[in-house]
T-cell receptor
């Protein structure tokens, strides 16, 4: 089974509007972490936001917030007030404990296009 | 401070040749990871180092792939007898430790095997 599922291959949003990028995950471990990364056309993966499985509140970082619904195993990224520079690929990732270290699993990504 | 750096940024080689890809992690980060990203996909785990040792190499696709980190800092991913299917972006990431830390990625090396 896929550990991370991103069902939106591509999304369009109007500049200055909010957009939600979907992510669902699969794990039986109670201790895990969820991440979102941005990958612009330059290729570098840029860390955006982190949510721990035991965190009671949704994570927020500036214009980014993570809508964490534990029972539904979803960790959607919300970008408020979209900017043209937000156009990029966005990857959801999960960290779960392994024997020696935390293993990271990435989704297939969502390509976000911000329209002027 | 400096982030993760990777060299070369692009590498074009012929089928059957040997290539080396280098990663210089963030100073002080003990954990280092290699990933491979094919077009339109997310990164796939290859190998993890804690210090000098490869703690988990379960993601390496076959024995043509090998990686080292002799002094616990810079790492080199080595691919022997390259095949066209090896063409991808190879990403390196580092984190402060193996547990509970965010991974920070380098810009990647785009490998093209002709």
């Amino acid at each position: 089974a896929q550990k991370i599922t991103q069902t939106q291959p591509g999304m369009f949003v109007q500049e200055k509007e909010a957009v939600t990028l979907d992510c669902t995950y699969d794990t039986s471990d109670p201790s895990y972490g969820l991440f979102w990364y941005k990958q612009p056309s330059s290729g570098e993966m840029i860390f955006l936001i982190y949510q721990g499985s035991y965190d009671q509140q949704n994570a927020t970082e500036g214009r980014y917030s993570l809508n964490f619904q534990k029972a539904r195993k979803s960790a959607n990224l919300v970008i408020s007030a979209s900017q043209l520079g937000d156009s990029a690929m966005y990857f959801c990732a999960m960290r779960e404990p392994g024997d020696n270290f935390n293993k990271f699993y990435f989704g297939s990504g969502t390509k976000l296009n911000v329209k002027p | 401070g400096a982030g993760v750096s990777q060299t070369p940024s692009n590498k074009v080689t012929e089928k059957g040749k040997y290539v080396e890809l280098r990663c210089d992690p963030i100073s002080g980060h003990t954990a280092l990871y290699w990933y491979r990203q094919s077009l339109g996909q997310g990164p796939e785990f290859l190998i993890y180092f804690q210090g000098t040792g490869a703690a988990d190499d379960s993601g390496l696709p076959n024995d043509r792939f090998f990686a080292v980190r002799p002094e616990g800092s810079v790492s080199t991913l080595k691919i022997q007898r390259t095949e066209r299917g090896d063409s991808a972006v190879y990403l390196c990431a580092s984190s402060l430790s193996a547990r509970g830390d965010t991974q920070y990625f380098g810009p990647g090396t785009r490998l093209t095997v002709l």
